[in-house]
């Protein structure tokens, strides 16, 4: 059975650092990795999606590199910034239908 | 930049009572979902939905629920018999065509049952 870990469950940065938050999971098998934000009380926005055979996807200051044989990912913010804060989760889709399946987030908190 | 937008979204129900949440995905998409998430807990799946008719659901979607797509556009989640448990903030997501696995959620309705 998959599952989904995520490491650190929060993390309190002074704005400018760098953020580094981890995903791990179990089961190689998947068709892809994605990475969301979770702001208080409101729906999940999509960041970052690599498939399975790729390696890393950038978008602006986000990079989220896939180690899959290792069941790892890595999501990179350079130079944080207070809109920053939130909850980032990441979650694989392991089957054709979409489903997806995840961790139970970093709750991220960047100080001015 | 289309949207997928859900009401009501916040919901008080006494146990035992039928309710419906309500989902309006994005007009040119064809698979949809219903996830949850419990109170400091990790986001769950529910169910899909593609081509009128379920394509997978989770162990928690038992006989109490229900999905419906009545018109082409709404997309429905029925709770016959509310419980204590069904307390969660309750997620509709859709997304374009096979292959395509890039999600649009909406941002929810969070459901209080007392």
């Known amino acids: 059975k998959q599952e989904v870990t995520q490491i650190p469950a929060a993390l309190s940065v002074p704005e400018g650092e760098n953020l580094v938050l981890n995903c791990s999971f179990t089961d190689s098998a998947i068709y892809n990795l994605q990475w969301f934000r979770q702001d208080p009380g409101k729906g999940l926005t999509s960041l970052l999606l690599?498939?399975?055979?790729?390696r890393e996807q950038t978008s602006g200051r986000l990079n989220a590199s896939l180690d899959k044989s290792s069941g790892r990912s890595t999501l990179y913010i350079a130079a944080s910034q207070p809109g920053d804060s939130a909850t980032y989760l990441c979650?694989?889709?392991?089957?054709?239908?979409?489903?997806?399946?995840f961790g139970a987030g970093t709750q991220v908190v960047v100080t001015p | 930049e289309p949207e997928v937008t859900q009401t009501p979204s916040h919901q008080v129900t006494q146990m035992g009572q039928e309710v419906i949440l309500r989902c309006v995905p994005i007009?040119?998409?064809?698979?949809f979902y219903w996830y949850r998430q419990i109170l400091g807990q990790k986001v769950e799946f529910l169910v899909s939905?593609?081509?009128?008719?379920?394509?997978?659901k989770s162990e928690i979607f038992d006989d109490q629920f229900s999905v419906e797509r009545p018109d082409g556009s709404n997309f429905t989640l029925k709770i016959r018999s509310t419980k204590l448990e069904d307390s969660a903030m309750y997620f509709c997501a859709s997304r374009e065509r096979q292959g395509d696995y890039g999600y649009t959620f909406g941002s929810g309705t969070r459901l209080t049952v007392v």
């Open positions: 979650a694989v889709v392991t089957d054709s239908w979409g489903k997806l399946q």
């Open positions: 690599i498939q399975s055979s790729q």
């Open positions: 939905f593609y081509n009128n008719e379920i394509s997978e």
């Open positions: 007009s040119n998409h064809l698979y």
